[in-house]
């Protein structure tokens, strides 16, 4: 590692990204590719998140890729909302067909779906969920997992026959975001409404999570949202109540991303690589042998009875005997992969019959006695889960400055902190806070709400609500 | 079910598929959606091929969906074999960029990267996955599962130090899909090499894995290449041996794609609808309950603990509590879905203290004491996974022909037969066959020689090995 995270973020973060082999720049403009250990941590993230989804009664489908321009434009201000950034397919010569864009989200093809499949309010809810890769043809400067022409994510899709039931699922969605994004990556998150200006294209409204990240821009995490009967009547998607009336149907829509990767990488990483939450470390624990010539096979032979015991209590773990590099290379190595505990072993670990365990987040080294060695190792684990968090509640809280007055407001954002504020709820407030501020836009209006002032803090008016304001990806 | 499987099979398949809630036709020309029960089929093979990927050690990764022209047109035979499919995005107007393709699939923006990655011994074996969507422009009518123009599938790339490590990875992952396609769905197949003629573009050879569908045509249902250091001499994927000499890759390519669902429906069903293979059935049992108005609660409960207690066995198992469908509305709903075991709970089970379990696939009933319950469903579906395979294994024997002459060998094809017989291993002899059947091609020289003859049944000249023919999907 070259860069300093405090001085050269932006340098800082591809870095990390390249020299841990997480990911890696594609040979087309804009793309990424996803080397085996980021897309590894992407494994763990759906598999914590899928059993939330399905645990909401949401089943796993999957639609195509392609969009008519016919369902793409049915509905108008979420046409006008991506259109700029829609990627199409070059029609074949003579092929009468019409036009299809690459999917930028799924709203239209799957209601021209739902529209066909649901009769009845026996057919209600439906609750479909695809994990597939989505295009939008970005213009701006690439960023790995944050920003490039094609990204992975999981869209859900919901249909409902009260507006009540849609309501609860949206915020269902969202606590299954809140929960993954705090207990899994490590990142607190402020939950709340995005302001109509900040709302998806389509949508009645947007929730959504938003987390801090360290050059103090904030990170939307994931959203959820509530689409009314808005695209239904659009698209038509109507059935027959119990007492054969017909009404449209209720939908909502709510995603997270590959990007929750780069968040968990910028929270969390510092000069000497990477630091991975437990939880999404593809390995929790390397076993590192700390030999001579006549303890080689002694030690090589309890760093390998560690790790399987380590591998058959659950926990991933991986050991190093390669010869060629001593261990310090593999701790520097090891450090910059992020893994979140390394286990040495030498002779005497093993004359006290223990291991010495480092970790990665904090440096702190303790002697683990053998007999213990699963029950410790998780706690430790656990402890290291725990503590990232708490780092990040810290931090975040370090960075949201309470801004009363325009001035204060203005001086925050430039100071790369994230503002509460009072705001009046006006747009045109809001789109003078962001030219004020070249860039700061309200982040969301969190359900918890305090107050601060009377006043909004921007323009002075009466006060609706307070505000999260910051720059952002 | 209106279609006949044996009369009509080309409207069965479609109508089975469509009425049975597995897939449907997207609003785009020649694609699918795959609903929640044909996607639950295709997690259920995915979770049991990724197992046997790993096991090889083999790690995921995730490659763009874009792949710039040059890189495509890299290896000549390669771009030759799939330009014809090829779908491009159209270009933003007064971007200066490269025209970029979807992938048809992934070896070139793969290997550009390798050739990035790869620069010693130490770096071999490189053996990635991924599993993704891949996009061929197909003219032909779509034939869902089979053929559409945007399927889902997994590409395992590797790359070797030695032509011999990278033949056995070959024969490994060919011997994972025979594992798979022969254990978890049922179907009997031919594995062997494949001819020049149907070689995968670019590849030195092409093995593969060969089943036969009733209505007598082949289907290809995974396929394993040996890409030698062709691709690597294109590309530029070298290496230095530990006594510092520069050499070549060695690299290999296999895939298995949602098709395999459609051989699936097309091998078990029957004209009640789908027979799914225990294994693959995202519900492997349902139960009934069957009651009139004074044994209602207890049978409900009844059912309800029969249902509990099989899914805390691991046995994916649902319950149908609807009043407002007759038992017997359900038991045909159900032998549409293909569910492998129908488990019926009524008054005089419970008096007997059992259930009774319906097969799907033969319709056999017995009672299945409360005692043994688990254990014993259990055993069912065990027994119902073997006679499947068992039951195709037969109607493959009986469908496969010897032809010693040209004659027969024309004769059976036009019979819907599969031929097994001798031939000379000339290409010329090859395409004439092709001609002279209308369509039949040489789908496999098997690994599993046996003589037939002394000389080709095509042309009479001597013999070279024994194939394979049949008309192919």
């Given at each position: ?6 001085e050269?973020f ?12 997480l990911?890696?720049?594609?040979p087309?403009?804009g793309?990424i ?7 590894a ?13 399905k645990?909401m009664?949401v089943?796993?489908?999957y ?20 259109i ?20 930028p989200?799924s ?15 026996r057919d ?5 969920n695809?994990?597939?890769?989505i295009?939008r043809?970005e213009i701006k400067?690439?960023r ?6 094609e990204?992975?994510w999981q ?7 009260t ?13 299954a975001?809140?929960?993954l ?5 490590a990142?607190?998150v ?13 949508a009645v409204?947007t929730?959504?999570i938003?987390a ?9 995490m ?6 009314g009967?808005?695209f ?5 998607i109507?059935?027959?109540t119990e007492?054969?009336q017909?009404k449209f149907?209720h939908?909502?829509?709510w ?9 968990a ?5 510092d000069d000497?690589?990477?630091v991975?939450p ?8 390397v ?5 001579k ?14 790790r ?8 991933r773990?991986?050991a190093?005997y ?7 290379w ?15 072993v030498?002779?005497k ?7 010495t ?7 702190g080294?303790?002697g ?5 060695l699963?029950?410790k190792i ?9 503590d ?5 509640r810290k931090s975040?809280e ?20 994230m503002?509460?504020?009072a705001h009046c ?8 806070i ?7 836009t ?16 921007a323009c002075?008016?009466p006060?609706?609500?307070?505000v999260?304001i910051?720059?952002?990806y």
């Amino acid at each position: 590692m070259k860069a300093r995270k405090a001085e050269n973020f932006h340098e800082w973060y591809p870095e990390v990204i390249l020299s841990s082999k997480l990911a890696d720049y594609a040979p087309v403009h804009g793309c990424i590719v996803f080397r085996e250990r980021g897309y590894a941590i992407w494994e763990l993230i759906q598999a914590s998140l899928d059993a939330k989804i399905k645990a909401m009664g949401v089943k796993n489908a999957y639609f195509p890729l392609f969009i008519p321009e016919s369902l793409l434009k049915k509905e108008a201000d979420h046409f006008k909302g991506f259109i700029p950034e829609v990627a199409w397919v070059e029609r074949k010569e003579g092929e009468g067909e019409e036009r299809v864009a690459l999917r930028p989200t799924s709203e239209t093809v799957i209601y021209s779906m739902y529209a066909k499949w649901i009769r009845s309010h026996r057919d209600l809810p439906l609750k479909l969920n695809q994990w597939c890769n989505i295009v939008r043809w970005e213009i701006k400067q690439t960023r790995l997992f944050l920003r490039t022409r094609e990204f992975l994510w999981q869209e859900g899709h919901t249909a409902h026959a009260t507006q009540e039931e849609a309501e609860k699922q949206v915020r269902d969605a969202l606590d299954a975001y809140i929960d993954l994004v705090e207990n899994a990556l490590a990142i607190p998150v402020i939950a709340g409404k995005k302001t109509r200006l900040e709302t998806f294209a389509g949508a009645v409204y947007t929730t959504a999570i938003e987390a801090l990240m360290p050059d103090g821009r904030a990170l939307q995490m994931g959203t959820s949202h509530y689409l009314g009967e808005h695209f239904p009547k659009m698209f038509g998607i109507k059935y027959m109540t119990e007492d054969e009336q017909e009404k449209f149907v209720h939908t909502t829509s709510w995603g997270v991303s590959t990007r929750l990767i780069g968040a968990a990488v910028m929270v969390h990483g510092d000069d000497k690589g990477l630091v991975l939450p437990p939880k999404i470390a593809p390995e929790q624990a390397v076993v590192i042998p700390i030999y001579k010539d006549d303890s080689r096979e002694k030690v090589f032979a309890k760093c390998e009875e560690v790790r399987s015991r380590l591998e058959k209590a659950g926990i991933r773990c991986i050991a190093d005997y390669d010869e060629s590099h001593t261990p310090g290379w593999k701790f520097a190595e090891y450090e910059l992969w992020g893994i979140p505990l390394r286990i040495e072993v030498g002779p005497k670990d093993i004359e006290k019959r223990q291991v010495t365990a480092a970790r990665r987040d904090t440096g702190g080294k303790s002697g683990i006695p053998e007999a213990h060695l699963e029950a410790k190792i998780a706690e430790l684990l656990e402890s290291v889960q725990k503590d990232l968090l708490e780092r990040a509640r810290k931090s975040l809280e370090e960075n949201v400055v309470v801004a009363k007055t325009h001035g204060e407001l203005v001086k925050a954002i430039s100071g790369r902190k994230m503002v509460k504020a009072a705001h009046c709820g006006s747009e045109e407030c809001e789109q003078k806070i962001k030219e004020a501020t070249e860039g700061g836009t309200i982040r969301c209006i969190p359900f918890r709400q305090e107050k601060i002032s009377d006043r909004c803090a921007a323009c002075g008016s009466p006060a609706k609500h307070t505000v999260y304001i910051a720059k952002a990806y």
